[in-house]
């Protein structure tokens, strides 16, 4: 379950204000301890902003072919149109070495 910032500030301050341990205190919150000292540790770094969900997807994909490779693979692919796409891929390969 996803919380938003608020109520990751309202749990962070309910451990902080608690008689009890913090593990208890999480464990009655229903809140992994992991997840809790996340959310804390970026607390106490950034203050409550950075509490903010980060998005997940990564900012770069590892597989993604550059844009002038890419254009340098559709120009063998028309001139070469007979070719089945693993047949192109080893004659692309190939004229890189």
């Not at 997840?35 to 804390?40: I, L």
């Not at 997807?57 to 693979?73: C, F, L």
């Amino acid at each position: 379950m996803r919380y938003p910032a608020s109520e990751k500030l309202e749990i962070i301050r309910t451990v902080e204000q608690s008689h009890l341990s913090a593990k208890r205190t999480l464990d009655q919150l229903g809140i992994p301890r992991r997840t809790f000292y996340r959310w804390y540790d970026r607390y106490l770094e950034g203050r409550p902003e950075a509490l903010e969900d980060r998005p997940s997807a990564p900012s770069r994909v590892w597989n993604r072919i550059p844009a002038g490779i890419q254009d340098q693979i559709i120009e063998l692919a028309l001139e070469q149109s007979e070719l089945s796409p693993r047949e192109l891929a080893v004659r692309f390969t190939d004229g890189q070495r």
